[in-house]
């Protein structure tokens, strides 16, 4: 007995009323960009959430797990990632685009480089006019000496009033825009900043802060803290910062500014995952989720940005300890690739 199975056929996507058509392998993000839509999104590999849109009707392949990047709340609203979504049927979907509208795309100049480890370097940019933003949020950068190429960096500071902005780029093996960033002198190359992009931000409460923090994660968490501070945000903060030795620990000094001046208790606890010993480290060894069960408050809201990894596995054990998943806000660090800046 011989069995025919049908080839996977195009079907067509309705987003926001527009129709476009989706091949057979296609994600619904794929289409909506061959399409030209301006269609929101980052990464493209399911770990910032800035392509979720809500599935009106029709069925999708989902490619990854979206429970630890969506809410409850939004899964049983329906909502997907458009980068990780095939469509097996006809579909119609809404995608909210308030946000793009508020983009803007800013010129400027490197005015100083600044390593401050081994992996990652500070770039302060001038630009030309002012981008407003968020503390925690993400801009697109690139280089007008690196045509095509551009990457999604958080912001390191809070909106400054002379309109300054830097960012931390950790060099990435292989990566087109990160080794330029690390080879060459900058200061005075002009530059792009495209934003603002990313909804991981404080919200407004009264409950205990627990900020996580791994590697170049501290950007968004510095910025955030910067905002809270001049805002005159009054809750217990503690932040964990992981690294892997001490050579990895950076923006102490910084750290420290803001602790002084929380109107709040305010515990900062470093741990190193790769300390080599026998070694001077007098504080805590392990990762950062040896240390959330003992330091997490009652009715906490959790702030965590970093590795997936590390966002992954923090999440999980917040979750196992009774925080509710729509206080817990993440920014996963993916650095898969290079993203085109004409995208």
Same mark, same amino acid.
């Given at each position: 007995?011989?069995?025919?199975?049908?080839?996977?056929?195009?079907?067509?996507?309705?987003?926001?009323?527009?129709?476009?058509?989706?091949?057979?392998?296609?994600?619904?993000?794929?289409?909506?960009?061959?399409?030209?839509?301006?269609?929101?999104?980052?990464?493209?590999?399911?770990?910032?959430?800035?392509?979720?849109?809500?599935?009106?009707?029709?069925?999708?392949?989902?490619?990854?797990?979206?429970?630890?990047?969506?809410?409850?709340?939004?899964?049983?609203?329906?909502?997907?990632?458009?980068?990780?979504?095939?469509?097996?049927?006809?579909?119609?979907?809404?995608?909210?685009?308030?946000?793009?509208?508020?983009?803007?795309?800013?010129?400027?100049?490197?005015?100083?480089?600044?390593?401050?480890?081994?992996?990652?370097?500070?770039?302060?940019?001038?630009?030309?006019?002012?981008?407003?933003?968020?503390?925690?949020?993400?801009?697109?950068?690139?280089?007008?000496?690196?045509?095509?190429?551009?990457?999604?960096?958080?912001?390191?500071?809070?909106?400054?009033?002379?309109?300054?902005?830097?960012?931390?780029?950790?060099?990435?093996?292989?990566?087109?825009?990160?080794?330029?960033?690390?080879?060459?002198?900058?200061?005075?190359?002009?530059?792009?900043?495209?934003?603002?992009?990313?909804?991981?931000?404080?919200?407004?409460?009264? @409950?205990?802060? %627990? /900020?996580?923090?791994? &590697?170049?994660?501290? #950007?968004?968490?510095? *910025?955030?803290?910067?905002?809270? +501070? =001049?805002?005159?945000?009054?809750?217990?903060?503690?932040?964990?910062?992981?690294?892997?030795?001490?050579?990895?620990?950076?923006?102490?000094?910084?750290?420290?500014?803001?602790?002084?001046?929380?109107?709040?208790?305010?515990?900062?606890?470093?741990?190193?995952?790769?300390?080599?010993?026998?070694?001077?480290?007098?504080?805590?060894?392990?990762?950062?989720?040896?240390?959330?069960?003992?330091?997490?408050?009652?009715?906490?809201?959790?702030?965590?940005?970093?590795?997936?990894?590390?966002?992954?596995? @923090?999440?999980? %054990? /917040?979750?196992?300890? &009774?925080?509710?998943? #729509?206080?817990?806000? *993440?920014?996963?660090?993916?650095? +898969? =690739?290079?993203?085109?800046?004409?995208?």
């Amino acid at each position: 007995m011989f069995r025919f199975f049908s080839k996977p056929q195009a079907v067509t996507a309705h987003i926001n009323d527009v129709a476009i058509t989706v091949g057979p392998q296609e994600t619904l993000l794929q289409a909506a960009l061959r399409e030209g839509i301006d269609f929101p999104h980052s990464c493209r590999v399911g770990g910032c959430a800035a392509c979720k849109c809500q599935l009106l009707e029709g069925k999708v392949k989902e490619l990854t797990q979206t429970g630890y990047i969506l809410s409850d709340d939004e899964l049983d609203r329906g909502f997907i990632l458009a980068c990780q979504s095939v469509p097996r049927t006809d579909v119609r979907i809404h995608v909210d685009t308030s946000a793009r509208q508020a983009r803007r795309r800013v010129s400027g100049r490197v005015v100083a480089q600044e390593r401050l480890t081994h992996d990652i370097v500070e770039l302060r940019v001038q630009l030309d006019e002012s981008l407003p933003h968020k503390g925690g949020q993400f801009a697109q950068l690139s280089l007008a000496e690196l045509p095509g190429v551009a990457r999604s960096y958080s912001f390191a500071t809070r909106a400054q009033p002379n309109a300054q902005v830097s960012f931390f780029v950790r060099q990435v093996p292989g990566g087109v825009f990160s080794s330029h960033v690390h080879a060459h002198p900058l200061v005075g190359s002009e530059v792009a900043v495209e934003g603002p992009h990313g909804d991981f931000w404080l919200r407004p409460a009264q @409950a205990p802060l %627990l /900020l996580v923090a791994g &590697g170049s994660g501290l #950007a968004p968490v510095l *910025a955030l803290l910067q905002e809270a +501070l =001049h805002e005159g945000v009054k809750r217990p903060v503690t932040l964990i910062f992981g690294a892997r030795t001490q050579c990895d620990l950076y923006a102490l000094e910084a750290i420290q500014d803001i602790s002084l001046r929380w109107p709040d208790v305010f515990t900062f606890l470093p741990i190193l995952s790769q300390e080599p010993q026998p070694s001077s480290w007098a504080g805590r060894l392990g990762l950062v989720t040896d240390l959330i069960p003992e330091r997490l408050r009652p009715g906490s809201h959790a702030y965590l940005c970093g590795p997936p990894v590390m966002v992954d596995a @923090a999440t999980t %054990l /917040l979750l196992q300890h &009774g925080v509710d998943r #729509a206080h817990i806000h *993440a920014d996963r660090f993916t650095t +898969l =690739h290079d993203v085109p800046a004409a995208a």
